[in-house]
T-cell receptor, first 113, second 114 residues
């Protein structure tokens, strides 16, 4: 079946530190992979996506590369800001399961000045 | 462009009571989803509509949950009767089509069952 496993949180970093949030997946077929972000009191927002192997998604300084050989889609940012404090969700969808979304458990990030 | 609207934002009820949540998707979006997000977990799909028809409700606990989208626009999710384990955030999302990467989420309704 389809599932997503992401790094346990919470994660606390100082401003300008390097961020990595690990995400691995299990899927049938060829899924698309996503990172969503949830700021306090708000809904989920699409941060970036990749639809095939070796694709790199990027947005707002965040990047993630679709690695089929390691079934991973790790989120990275070179220099985090206080405004990046949020909960980050890794997700996949697969045409083999009607494009239903499967989410990880979320990783809470707090960036301190 | 207005986003996905949900109401109420918060609801507290006692077990065995009934509750209903409302969602108004982005204008023109044919596909609507309801998710349940239990604290510490990722969202789990409950039901997916395409216009006013159900595409997938395999994870909806049909003995107590129901949902409708009668005119293919806004939608209501109902729980009757509620259990303690139903305490969660209920998220509504919409998409222009059932494509993979275009789901837009509302702010959610936080339900507490006492």
């Amino acid at each position: 079946g389809n599932s997503v496993t992401q790094m346990e949180g919470p994660v606390t970093l100082s401003e300008e530190a390097f961020l990595t949030i690990n995400c691995t997946y299990t899927a049938t077929g060829y899924p698309s992979l996503f990172w969503y972000v949830q700021y306090p009191g708000e809904g989920l927002q699409l941060l970036l996506k990749a639809t095939k192997a070796d694709d790199k998604g990027s947005n707002k300084g965040f990047e993630a590369t679709y690695r089929k050989e390691t079934t991973s889609f790790h989120l990275e940012k070179g220099s985090v800001q206080v405004s990046d404090s949020a909960v980050y969700f890794c997700a996949l969808s697969s045409p083999n399961t009607g494009n239903q979304f499967y989410f990880g458990t979320g990783t809470s990030l707090t960036v301190i000045p | 462009e207005a986003g996905v609207a949900q109401s109420p934002r918060y609801k507290i009820i006692e077990k065995r009571q009934s509750v209903a949540f409302w969602c108004n998707p982005i204008s023109g979006h044919a596909t609507l989803y309801w998710y349940q997000q239990i604290l510490g977990q990722g969202p789990k799909l409950l039901i997916q509509f395409q216009n006013n028809g159900v595409v997938d409700d395999s994870q909806l606990p049909k003995d107590r949950f129901s949902a409708e989208r009668l005119k293919g626009v806004d939608s209501t999710l109902k729980i009757q009767p509620a259990k303690l384990e139903d305490s969660a955030v209920y998220l509504c999302a919409s998409a222009p089509t059932p494509r993979r990467d275009t789901q837009y989420f509302g702010p959610g309704t936080r339900l507490t069952v006492l």
